[in-house]
């Protein structure tokens, strides 16, 4: 398992991990989940080793990341955002130069470098250079890189970025495979899609700090019975939100000159009650969207703001 206790990293005076603390558990896929910047890939760099924490504690099946580093590395497998590649060497030499990184050899290591081309569906581009392959063939050696010596632990930042829908379905089904096969999986992910479609538990970042937690149900959950409703057009913000405290039960999210976002219960039968509420303000509206509750409705309530903002 991983074990992340009130992790801090700061560069120069600015902090991009905050008292960051999370378990995440074997057989199962926990997820990071936030906007670029949020603290993501610093924290998976800290729990790797790749980067040393200002302050906590990061353990990996045990092992003290900072005290115990090549016992806790020799069980993790990481995927990283950008494509750790050689290029100029075909897929199996990828492979080979990993696995032997990382202790396989001979009949040992031909045989994992085989299943594995054939698990990421690159068998017949075993001898091929990874120079030849498109973005989504790339991606998908890049995992097979990161379970070639079969790690308990599995670290992925972002590793479906720029990917085609194709090699983005198949790489989901590897993660969900992994997970099956009872690694502790972490994921860490600016889609909501995915991290609804994979994950089991979450917790969401946002400035570096863990702003909501728990499994799918515990967060859609703490958004109530409320849909949320965006208008869309010309608001005067402090008019509509003084005119909204009047709806009962509903709560303003956020608003701007061009967008208000409402926690609204039973929004489509007090929809006409809430745009004539608005535009009582002067505010001409010109779209509507109303959205069940969700991991965004959830992220927009938390922060004001929308996710890939």
């Not at 492979?95 to 990184?101: N, T, Y």
């Not at 308990?152 to 990917?163: F, Q, R």
């Not at 889609?191 to 499994?215: F, K, Q, V």
């Not at 929809?271 to 002067?282: D, F, H, K, R, S």
Request: charged share 25%; with cysteine.
């Amino acid at each position: 398992m991983i074990e992340v206790e009130t992790l801090r990293k700061e560069y120069d005076g600015l902090v991009a991990v905050d008292d960051v603390s999370f378990v995440a558990r074997p057989g199962g896929i926990f997820g990071l989940l936030g906007p670029n910047g949020a603290g993501k890939s610093t924290t998976i760099g800290c729990i790797s080793g790749l980067l040393s924490p200002t302050g906590g504690r990061v353990r990996v099946q045990g092992h003290d990341v900072a005290r115990e580093p090549r016992a806790a590395k020799a069980r993790m497998g990481v995927v990283p955002q950008e494509v750790a590649l050689y290029e100029d060497l075909a897929a199996e030499e990828n492979l080979r130069f990993w696995g032997e990184a990382y202790g396989l050899r001979s009949g040992r290591l031909a045989e994992r470098v085989r299943t594995v081309l054939e698990t990421v569906g690159l068998l017949d581009r075993a001898e091929d250079r990874v120079e030849t392959f498109s973005g989504g063939m790339k991606r998908r050696l890049n995992f097979g890189c990161g379970i070639v010596h079969e790690p308990e632990v599995l670290l992925l930042d972002e590793p479906t970025v720029g990917v085609d829908p194709q090699s983005r379905v198949r790489l989901l089904d590897l993660v969900r495979e992994q997970a099956a096969a009872g690694v502790c999986v972490l994921y860490t992910t600016h889609y909501m899609e995915e991290a609804e479609a994979l994950c089991d538990r979450l917790a969401i970042l946002d400035h570096g700090r863990i702003i909501a937690s728990g499994t799918l149900e515990e967060l859609r959950g703490s958004m109530g019975e409320r849909d949320l409703v965006r208008l869309a057009g010309t608001l005067d913000p402090a008019a509509v939100r003084e005119a909204v405290r009047s709806l009962a039960g509903v709560e303003v999210v956020a608003v701007g000159e061009d967008q208000v976002a409402l926690a609204v219960p039973e929004a489509s039968r007090r929809l006409p009650e809430i745009l004539n509420t608005v535009a009582g303000t002067g505010a001409a509206v010109r779209e509507t969207t109303v959205t069940r509750p969700s991991l965004e409705s959830l992220f927009i309530r938390l922060t004001g703001k929308e996710l890939r903002e």
